[in-house]
């Protein structure tokens, strides 16, 4: 009994088995045929492109064979104008019979990444030492950045003959080996790179410049040279004058020798009498010797040349001579003015007190 039941429990369990492999072989089966299927349609869409590709190369063979030429490239430089109608023709016949290959549009370029971005082509990076821009060709392309330059020894940027800007790096090379050419010892366009004035301009300054605005963060404009008032009045001779020590007063620079001139003229003063001895010495008139005085000058002091201090000086003591009283002329017994002929000691008495009074006036 215990042999039955045994083999019963194992034929039960040899059953079970045999219907789980048979469900999982038909799974199989399934799986397999549905690869089967997917390989034949695999195949033939190799077989359909494989066509394609020996028709293509069968095509291209007979082209290279027979080339055939675009309107493009075959378009006349200088033709009449029925030839190149003719030609035109041509050419359009041949591309409707190659239309599949063919095509008349230009071929689009590519475009890098950054242009794809902002949907625009980008602007060519500019030269090294380029200038932004005409109306500022102080500002250059150094070292990938906008920037400004000027002279680096007397701080100008423009040309003070012709009060123009440097045009561009090649405008300050010439300013700094023709104006600082004692100082110089390499005259190398670097070297003048290397000792010129630099300021980076800002991205929107840069922006606003190439299209021809004004920068709004910084001023580009002319920039006047540290010693451009010394060396416009050492142009002019005797322009500055220095007072002695004795009189105590600073240096004094006038406005304009043709002005002084012109007022000793309205005051109708002679030039000879209008030098540094006029000036105010002391308190008390100075006693002169008793000569008669020239009615001209000397040579020397008509050739003798003011310098715009004095002259402002002495029309100063002058204008304060003007204000004081003047003494009266003498008149005789009758009440008019004595026109009797005079001896030569009253003339040089006359003449005295007329100097006199002329140095009276100038202490005051």
Known sequence: MDSEQRYLRDVGRLAAEDHELKTELSARE??????????????????????????????????????????????PIARPTDIQASATASGRSRLEQDDEYLSDAPRPRP??????????????????????????PTVIYLKGVWTEMWCGRCGTNYNLKTHKSFSGVKGLHEHWKHVHASQLEDRSQDACLADSGLR???????????????????????????????????KVPNRRHTASPALGTPNIVASSISSANNTLRAHKIPRASLTSTSKLSAPTPVKRSKRPASTSPPASARTERLTEYEAYQNLEAHAKADGTPRKKKKRSNSGRPDYRIKTAEELEALQDEGSEEWEISCAW
Do not use: W
């Open 111 to 136: 475009q890098t990444s950054q242009a794809r971005k902002t949907g625009q082509a980008q602007e060519p990076e500019p030269a090294r030492l380029d200038s932004i821009h005409p109306d500022f």
């Open 200 to 234: 980076v301009v800002s991205s929107s300054d840069a922006k606003l410049m190439r299209a021809g605005k004004g920068p709004r963060d910084v001023t580009i404009g002319n920039r006047i040279a540290d010693d451009y008032l010394d060396r416009m009045l050492a």
């Open 30 to 75: 399934e799986e397999v045929a549905e690869a089967i299927e997917k390989r034949d349609g695999v195949k033939c869409r190799v077989l359909k492109i494989e066509q394609q590709l020996l028709t293509a190369a069968r095509e291209y063979a007979i082209r290279s064979q027979h080339p055939t030429t675009t309107p493009l490239e075959n378009r």
